[in-house]
């Protein structure tokens, strides 16, 4: 099985790792190249215990990989997970999910 994960924030990046670790082939594509070049040396842009191993073994086991490029994050996937921000709305505080709309359009 492969899975692609839009979005490696908070939700996204520990997701990913966590399906990594069950035995699932994950790549996570964001937008933002120097996070997704940090990850790829084994910089862990946020504090979660442990996660810097999960990312780091699975990296290097070939079940967990980073991109920039939407298409090679999907090629191949059969689960695609949506991990984009959802900041909320100026005036009533619904969640904005401008973000969510823009990365299913893809």
């Known amino acids: ?33 120097a996070k997704v070049e940090a990850l790829h040396r084994g910089v862990i842009p946020i504090y979660e215990p ?3 191993k999960l990312v780091i073994d699975n990296q290097k ?13 999907m090629e ?10 959802t900041p909320s709305r100026r005036g009533d505080g619904h969640a904005d999910l401008q973000y969510v709309f823009a990365a299913a359009e893809g």
């Not at 191949?76 to 921000?85: H, R």
Request: glycine letters at 16%.
């Open 1 to 33: 099985m492969r899975i692609a994960v839009l979005g490696a924030g908070y939700v996204g990046l520990v997701s990913g790792a966590c399906f990594a670790e069950f035995g699932i082939n994950v790549c996570i594509v964001d937008t933002d190249p």
């Open 50 to 52: 442990g996660l810097d």
């Open 61 to 73: 086991d070939g079940r967990l990989s980073f991109t920039t490029s939407l298409e090679e994050a």
């Open 76 to 85: 191949g996937a059969d689960c695609v997970f949506l991990a984009v921000g």
